[in-house]
């Protein structure tokens, strides 16, 4: 099974700040990685689909990137709709799909 | 719009069975495979199972494996989960979920806003 481990654990930052959201695979994931903001009390959100794709609707603010073993998550510019929790996760090892433990987006 | 909606949640006791259901709506229903995933209370996600756009292909996590079943009824646009044998670990928001292709690729695209199924005695 591929573990991915996200960090920090918890962020800490203001609207207006740039935050920047890691996310590391046990093993290489190849570009099968995803990423999802989820609201208290509400479904997860897809925001990036295969590193980089930002899903329909997501603003630009939300970018991606990394290969293999090593991603991110940028905001570029937060806005105060923007703290949550964010998951990676990875379909390389399909079918079998797993979920980082999630990155929680505070205001500082 | 698309929606997912489940129902069908509970309280049930260890051992027992129960039926969640999610009914879908704004897309072609027996074109996309789909999932549901499960998040404990305060924990993170983790994905259940899988069922192809006509139910021909079906895969579980091992944690459930041999206990839940996967089903879709395209006649009717909506997707089954039937669990057996519940267990207190059990216990979580069950979300059915699009992937966005018809065999399946793992890319969730849309997510239902889930039912909760508890599992104590």
Not at chain 1, 29 to 40: D, G, H, I, T
Not at chain 1, 64 to 93: H, N
Not at chain 2, 84 to 104: K, M, P, Q
Request: charged share 15%; with cysteine.
């Amino acid at each position: 099974e591929i573990v991915l481990t996200q960090s920090p654990a918890t962020l800490s930052l203001s609207p207006g700040e740039r935050a920047t959201l890691s996310c590391r695979a046990s093993q290489s994931v190849s570009s099968y990685l995803a990423w999802y903001q989820q609201k208290p009390g509400q479904a997860p959100r897809l925001l990036i689909y295969d590193v980089s794709n930002r899903a329909t609707g997501i603003p630009a603010r939300f970018s991606g990137s990394g290969s293999g073993t090593d991603f991110t998550l940028t905001i570029s510019s937060l806005e105060p709709e923007d703290f949550a929790v964010y998951y990676c996760q990875q379909r390389s090892d399909w079918p079998l799909l797993t979920f980082g433990q999630g990155t929680r987006l505070e205001i500082k | 719009q698309l929606q997912l909606v489940e129902s069908g949640g509970g309280v049930v006791q260890p051992g027992r069975s129960l039926r969640v259901s999610c009914a879908a709506s704004g897309f072609t229903f027996s074109s996309y495979a789909l999932h549901w995933v499960r998040q404990a209370p305060g924990k993170g996600l983790e994905w259940v199972a899988f069922i192809s756009y006509d139910g021909t292909n079906k895969y579980y996590a091992d944690s459930v494996k041999g206990r839940f079943t996967i089903s879709r009824d395209n006649s009717k646009n909506t997707l089954y989960l039937q669990m057996n044998s519940l267990r207190a670990e059990d216990t979580a928001v069950y979300y059915c979920a699009r992937d966005a292709s018809h065999f399946g690729s793992g890319n969730i695209d849309y997510w239902g806003q889930g039912t909760l199924v508890t599992v104590s005695s």
